[in-house]
């Protein structure tokens, strides 16, 4: 990790906010530059010259887009150049050992690997500054002349790592202009914290169940390999959406306005609903800078379905250098073209909760497809959860009933009913807005407490989009 979790919270991030708003507003993107390049250099100091680099790279391309606004082929090869060199430096460092390990296999080879460090959240950045060149060259977004603040935008440390995907549109006038005061700052604390709960106190208490089973190999019973399967569902969505929530809520006491990366997914009723919800800024950007301009659904039904395994290809490849993430692609991809087809409309006429329940029931097999980095531990592990191993192992019971109260919390933290719930509390109350503050302040305080004595007594704290 880039810092200790404890590093962090108790050291970087205070020092930081107090610097950043004793300094006058002109000062404060250069310190966020500084702060950010320090944050990311404490864990990979060689590669914040690659991040330099990137900079460096699309602010000139950005610039000299501007000068040749005139001659369109020149502003495309400008564009080109700039794409070709930001999706060459993530293809080296991500997935140079991937194809030489391919091409060893296929054709007998023998050549040798590069090892190359993987340097954190390169798949978010380079996505966020080809955003940048490309609005630049349809002309969606003015040129950015202060390199500072280019650089800061690329460098944020809030979202630098796991994303939410932030698109230069997203932020183009908060570089300049932004609200940075009491209201928003309490309202980034409380977002921060609700995340580092996301993450502490459910992502991590699950996730630990689901590296036991995983370690099995796929010789488990059904009711185990499904108990493991729900588990790294809720494990990746809690890590996930706490990140991002974790990063919205910083970018607020800074005054940034992140857009929204997560609704509810496990309330959906199809998979096009799904992905309306989980991960939206990669959808989104996916969609904008890739689907869209490929034709989308503008041209015939043929066309479509290439587009959608073009984009669901890649999409999978963007999450890793491994087979196991190409296939958990192309199985959204089938699956959106049959609901796209027919299977839509066939649900358009069923029941709600049956058309939940086949939604989960696909999620939770695409995730254990994603979960499988060792791809022959798949196959047994799927054969696991349709029987292959027998219904119900010894174990199994124990297992469900010391996790029983953890998965009811997870069932119901997932939802918007939280939320429906403390809304109803509050009309029903009728709490003043002081009073709301102070209930809100003590919830927060107490939160962020408990997150705190479980992140310093547990050993077991992954961030699962670190390698993406």
Not at 218 to 235: D, E, H, I, P, R
Request: aromatic residues 18%; contains cysteine; charged residues 15%.
């Amino acid at each position: 990790m880039v810092f200790s979790s404890f590093s962090f919270l108790c050291i970087f991030l205070p020092i930081v906010l107090a610097v950043y708003y004793i300094l006058p507003k002109k000062a404060r993107n250069l310190f966020l530059l500084i702060a950010s390049l320090v944050f990311y250099a404490w864990g990979e100091p060689k590669y914040v010259l690659l991040m330099i680099f990137s900079i460096a790279v699309n602010y000139v391309f950005g610039l000299l887009m501007e000068k040749n606004r005139e001659n369109k082929k020149r502003m495309k090869l400008m564009l080109v150049l700039s794409v070709i060199i930001d999706i060459g430096l993530l293809c080296v460092f991500k997935y140079t050992d991937f194809v030489i390990e391919n091409v060893n296999k296929a054709f007998g080879a023998s050549f040798d690997l590069l090892y190359l460090a993987l340097p954190i959240g390169i798949s978010f950045y380079t996505f966020q500054a080809m955003s940048y060149t490309i609005d630049v060259y349809r002309g969606d977004v003015k040129v950015q002349h202060n390199v500072i603040d280019f650089g800061m935008y690329i460098t944020m440390f809030p979202q630098l790592i796991a994303g939410p995907i932030v698109r230069y549109s997203d932020v183009e006038a908060q570089l300049t202009d932004r609200d940075v005061d009491a209201k928003n700052f309490s309202q980034g604390i409380c977002r921060f914290t609700v995340g580092l709960g996301k993450k502490v106190l459910l992502a991590n208490q699950i996730g630990a169940l689901w590296s036991t089973i995983y370690a099995q190999g796929g010789s488990t019973s059904a009711l185990m390999a499904w108990l493991g399967a729900v588990a790294f569902t809720f494990q990746i969505y809690f890590d996930f959406s706490g990140y991002s929530d974790m990063a919205i809520g910083l970018g607020r006491m800074f005054g940034f306005k992140f857009p929204e990366n997560f609704r509810y997914p496990y309330e959906s009723v199809s998979v096009t609903d799904f992905w309306r919800r989980w991960h939206i800024t990669l959808s989104t950007w996916f969609k904008e800078y890739l689907y869209i301009p490929l034709g989308g659904n503008r041209k015939g039904k043929g066309r479509q379905i290439f587009n959608l395994f073009v984009v669901w290809t890649l999409t999978g490849f963007w999450h890793g250098a491994g087979w196991n993430f190409i296939m958990w692609g192309l199985y959204y991809f089938l699956l959106l073209v049959v609901e796209k087809l027919f299977l839509l409309k066939v649900l358009d006429k069923t029941p709600k909760f049956i058309n939940h329940i086949y939604a989960l029931f696909v999620i939770v097999i695409g995730w254990v497809i994603f979960a499988c980095d060792d791809v022959s531990v798949l196959l047994p592990y799927l054969g696991s959860m349709f029987g292959a191993n027998g219904l119900v192992g010894g174990m199994d019971l124990y297992y469900l009933a010391t996790r029983a109260v953890l998965l009811a919390v997870l069932c119901i933290a997932s939802t918007e009913l939280p939320k429906k719930l403390v809304l109803a509390a509050g009309e029903k109350l009728h709490m003043s807005e002081k009073t709301a503050f102070i209930v809100k302040a003590v919830f927060t305080l107490l939160l962020l407490a408990l997150s705190m004595i479980f992140l310093i007594g547990d050993s077991y704290n992954p961030f699962l989009y670190f390698r993406f």
